[in-house]
């Protein structure tokens, strides 16, 4: 079983709970702080004690009720870049570069397993500085129509994190209940004697 370092744990986890907060905000954007949605209640509610909004209006009210939210998104997106900072400075430590020496015994499913990691660190990265150059476009420089574009394929790319996390965990927990029972325990306690 593999061992890992203790600030290699610690980076897991943070970075776990740190990615699937990103989810919560996108999720939450899309769902119950939706505009869209929140605009036409607000329209109704309103209309019902005698309030007149146009469509315009009701948009601005609906997105100030969101932006504390959002607000997560930006703090958060901080913090996963601070984190991937971290995780380069980690591949010159053993536990950091152990999955990627080269390991002639490893199965196909593990090279792939492998290779998983490697794509959604490159994912990472890309969400990060997209983000960034989204949420600085006047500071650098780039129109409104170019941070639009960038926002799409950010929000495109999102869709491999989408899938990488719940096959993540649920092939985490298969291989617990397998071949390799206390691989997550091994990332609580580094299996150091
Ligand atoms: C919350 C449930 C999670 C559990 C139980 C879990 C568990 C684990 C375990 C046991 C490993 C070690 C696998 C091995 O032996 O090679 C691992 C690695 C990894 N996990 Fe998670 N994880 C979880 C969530 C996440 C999330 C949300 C992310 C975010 C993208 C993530 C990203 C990674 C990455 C990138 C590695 C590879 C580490 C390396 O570079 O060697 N994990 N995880
Ligand atoms: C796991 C990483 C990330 C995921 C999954 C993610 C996901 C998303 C998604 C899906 C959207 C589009 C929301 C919509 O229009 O409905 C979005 C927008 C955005 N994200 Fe991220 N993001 C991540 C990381 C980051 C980072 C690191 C930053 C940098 C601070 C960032 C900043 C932004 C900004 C500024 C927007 C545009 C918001 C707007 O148009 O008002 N994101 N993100």
Redesign the pocket.
Known sequence: MKKWRLDFRIWHWIHAV??LG??G??FL??TFLSWRTNSELLTQKLAEIDVEVTSEQAKVLAKAIRAPM?EW??I???T??ALIVWRIILFFTESGKQNYLNNKEDTLHKKMVKWGYIMIYMV?VF??V???T??FHEFLGLSKAIA?DI?EI??LV?NA??IFVPLHIVGIVIAENRAERGIISAMVHGNRK
């Open positions: 740190v990615v990103l989810l905000t996108v954007r899309k959002w998104h930006i958060l997106g901080y996963l870049t990472l969400m990060s997209s983000g960034l989204i949420h639009h926002k950010h929000e999102f994190i989408l």
